[in-house]
């Protein structure tokens, strides 16, 4: 049973337009929640997180969102740009340890020119 | 070179070959981690090392045997593996123990590929 859930295997955005990527959880101990960017031959990279005492964090054109209530997050990339090409990883903590990270099973953004 | 590290980066192996995997950070770091990433699946978290102690092993077949002789260094040997052990297997590393809402996140290599045939 999957803990972190990423619904989309694949999202195709026109450039410039808004890329929203989703993630659903299902542990309500879940309070830090992160997403990683990975292009191909590549680890996962790093990009933004939230704790859950927040419902918003912004780092210049990503902004994640937490529904708490709903157990939902969403990544939003604005404007999309052909660099965003990627797959994205939703993860999960819970408690103090990093190793508690909980991973979704990715979604490939595939932003056209 | 900073980083996570990992070597080699594509590695094809028969089932009855040894081989091992490296991972070396230059972060500073003072836990590290395996995973196994295959595809359409989530990460895999395989071994989990703190302070150079194995804290965690998430029922990893014993084929797989981890190790780590230092906090820079990370070795995964592999022996007698099957053809479903082919992925990418991912070396990560982070500060332990992250402060309350401390931004922490895990630091990746960028992976081996690892076939077996």
New interface residues.
Partial sequence: D?Q?KQNS?SLSVQEGRISILNCDYTNSMFD?F?W?KKYP??????LI?I?S?KDKNEDGRFTVFLNKSAKHLSLHIVPSQPGDSAVY?C?ASAG????Q??????TKLIIKP | ETG?T?TP?HLVMGMTNKKSLKCEQHLGHN?M?WYKQSA????E?MF?Y?LEER??NNSVPSRFSPECPNSSHLFLHLHTLQPEDSALY???S?????AE?E?????????T?LTVV
């Avoid at chain 2, 982070?94 to 992250?98: A, F």
């Fill in positions: 999957q972190v295997p830090y992160l990683y031959a590549e680890g996962p990279t790093f997180s704790s005492i990883f993860a103090d340890s990093n190793y990270l909980i991973w979704g099973a990715g | 996570v990992q980066r836990a981690y359409k699946k989530p990460l978290l989990v703190s804290v965690e991912l070396c990560a982070s500060q332990d123990g992250r809402w931004n922490t996140e895990a630091f990746f290599g960028q992976g590929r």
